[in-house]
Structure formats: C-alpha cells, structure tokens
C-alpha cells in the first residue's frame, strides 16, 4: 500500500516563529515532492515543490527532502496568520508513465497574531 | 485568465439522479485530472488523462464515467447518485504525464451535496 503520512494537528504556532511540517512517505522510488497549500473552503495551491536530495528555499519557504529516510519536510520562516492553512504533502509514486500523485491528510497550521 | 475551471462550483441534488460536472484547462497541459475530498480532507485520486486517453483508474464505482472529448476537457458524469458521494470533486491538469514529475494545478472545485 502507497502512503504519505503526515501529523494532521493542529499545530499552532506564534507569529513571526518557524512552522515545521513533516511527512513520510513509503515509496523508496519516489522521484517528486510537492507542498500544497489549501485555505479552508478552497483549492490546493502549490507552493513548493522538490526533487533532489537536500534543501530548497523560495521566500520564506524551505523544503527538505531526504530519500534515504523517505522523508520530506517544509519550514516556513516568520510564520505569518495569514500562513494559516492547511498543507498537504504530495509525492509521485512507481515513477513513469503510470504514476500516481499520492496526498497526504495534510497538517493543519494555525499562527497566532 | 489561464486557469482550469469548473462548473458548476455547487451542486446539491437528491439521491438517485445523474449529475454531470465539467472541466476545462487553458493552460496548454496535456494531462488532467479528477480529485474526490471527502468531509476529512482526504484528497484521493479518481481519474487520469493524457491527451484524451484514460491512464488512471482507481477504484471508483462505475457510476462514475470520465469523458475527454479533447485534451483541454475532462468531465465527470455520475449515475445515480448516493449520500456517500457527497464532498468536493477538484480537477486538476499537468503538463506531461504523472511521471514526468510536473506540478497540478486545481480548479476551484465542485462541491457536491446529495440529500
């Protein structure tokens, strides 16, 4: 069975804090990673994606991938109220032409002003 | 605006009847998508094409029917309805397939209510 785990939350943290979401993932060949951001009521919006091992940083956004640790993370730095959402991890499974872009439950993050 | 769009944005029905929701992407992708999130937020995958051809199908009952007419459009038909399949349908489109590692984009999403 194909899975990405992540902590549903909620995670509050204060305003101007670093916000760490983590997810798993049981695929060893998964080749991409993606962050999606979905506010209540609306569409998922991607805001990062990754595919090589390492980090990758855009705005206040960092993601950290990890494939020996099937692992993947997002940090968002100078967490702001307005970060306050919900984040779904997603990752392409089997690889090919017949993958399948597998979601996790997504975290919810609350910052408090 | 470049987008994928769908209609209608709400649909409440009753239990038994046939409802269609549709889906067009300007964006050029080849590759579209149907999403079923349910009151948890699970987002699951229904349906995959590439250029008008099927690539995935998961296990969804066959009162669901996806038809592409051309790469730009995929629709969605269910057949008599069920309270169960209440929640809200997201289409999706990429460019390239799955595995050729590009980013989804969603439309808005169709929330559909059975009563």
């Known amino acids: 069975q194909k899975e990405v785990e992540q902590n549903s939350g909620p995670l509050s943290v204060p305003e101007g804090a670093i916000a760490s979401l983590n997810c798993t993932y049981s695929?060893?060949?998964?080749?991409?990673f993606f962050w999606y951001r979905q506010y209540s009521g609306k569409s998922p919006e991607l805001i990062m994606s990754?595919?090589?091992?390492g980090d990758k940083e855009d705005g206040r956004f960092t993601a950290q991938l990890n494939k020996a640790s099937q692992y993947v993370s997002l940090l968002i730095r100078d967490s702001q109220p307005s970060d306050s959402a919900t984040y779904l991890c997603?990752?392409?499974?089997?690889?090919?032409?017949?993958?399948?872009?597998?979601f996790g439950k997504g975290t919810k993050l609350s910052v408090k002003p | 605006d470049t987008a994928v769009s769908q209609t209608p944005k709400y649909l409440v029905t009753q239990m038994g009847n046939d409802k269609s929701i549709k889906c067009e992407q300007n964006?050029?992708?080849?590759?579209m998508y149907w999403y079923k999130q349910d009151s948890k937020k699970f987002l699951k995958i229904m349906f995959s094409?590439?250029?008008?051809?099927?690539?995935i199908n998961e296990t969804v009952p066959n009162r669901f029917s996806p038809k592409s007419p051309d790469k730009a459009h995929l629709n969605l038909h269910i057949n008599s309805l069920e309270l169960g399949d209440s929640a809200v349908y997201f289409c999706?489109?990429?460019?390239?397939?799955?595995?050729?590692?590009?980013?989804?984009?969603f439309g808005d999403g169709t929330r559909l209510s059975i009563l």
């Open positions: 695929d060893r060949v998964s080749q991409s």
């Open positions: 997603a990752v392409n499974m089997y690889g090919g032409s017949q993958g399948n872009l597998i």
């Open positions: 094409y590439n250029n008008k051809e099927l690539i």
């Open positions: 964006l050029g992708h080849d590759t």
């Open positions: 990754i595919y090589s091992n």
């Open positions: 999706a489109s990429s460019l390239g397939t799955v595995g050729s590692n590009q980013p989804q984009h």
